[in-house]
T-cell receptor, first 111, second 112 residues
């Protein structure tokens, strides 16, 4: 089955620690996205990538980093510079101007 | 960049009643418009989309939406709401450059 897989579903981070969220797609989509979701704020764009080895900052990129070494993979690292990382993170992909397909999300909590 | 406004944060309707969720967008050219639904703790599922052509589009689960260029709106409607429709609904606009923006969402509660 084609789709987007995010892992883990739940992730706990200690203060000052970097953590990496995984996103893999087998839809052969060119573009991939990372969104952050907080209650009442909808989805805010962190980073997006239109092709391999290229990515652009979204509206809230500070404290996050990404890589796009393979078409199928777009991991997101939440660094210690992100002061309020507790949120629900969603990965998506699309092809051209088509609709975005979403993963099931990762809930990150700072402990 | 394009933007989306969903004026209603929370709407409550009775089961069997009609539903309209509002969405206004800002974009200089013809937008690509989408409605998604999200159940708690889950990803987003596409309900319907508008790219061009007929301004009234039909989607899954009995939903429809109408694109009105003059009002910069893309409101979502359903004639009769079911309890299983309770969820959060997001409107989104794409600009054709792989930059898709979402509204803040509208949470729908369905009363028995």
């Amino acid at each position: 089955d084609g789709g987007i897989t995010q892992s883990p579903k739940y992730l706990f981070r200690k203060e000052g620690q970097n953590v990496t969220l995984s996103c893999e797609q087998n839809l052969n989509h060119d573009a991939m996205y990372w969104y952050r979701q907080d209650p009442g704020q909808g989805l805010r764009l962190i980073y997006y990538s239109q092709i391999v080895n290229d990515f652009q900052k979204g509206d809230i990129a500070e404290g996050y980093s990404v890589s796009r070494e393979k078409k199928e993979s777009f991991p997101l690292t939440v660094t210690s510079a992100q002061k309020n990382p507790t949120a629900f993170y969603l990965c998506a992909s699309n092809l051209g101007v088509s609709e975005a397909f979403f993963g099931q999300g990762t809930r990150l909590t700072v402990v | 960049a394009q933007s989306v406004t969903q004026p209603d944060i929370h709407i409550t309707v009775s089961e069997g009643a009609s539903l309209e969720l509002r969405c206004n967008y800002s974009y200089g050219a013809t937008p690509y418009l989408f409605w998604y639904v999200q159940s708690p703790g889950q990803g987003l599922q596409l309900l319907l989309k508008y790219f061009s052509g007929d301004t009234l589009v039909q989607g899954i689960k009995g939903f429809e939406a109408e694109f009105k260029r003059s009002q910069s709106s893309f409101n979502l409607r359903k004639p009769s709401v079911h309890w299983s429709d309770a969820a959060e609904y997001f409107c989104a606009v794409g600009a054709g450059n792989n930059d898709m923006r979402f509204g803040a969402g509208t949470r729908l509660t369905v009363k028995p």
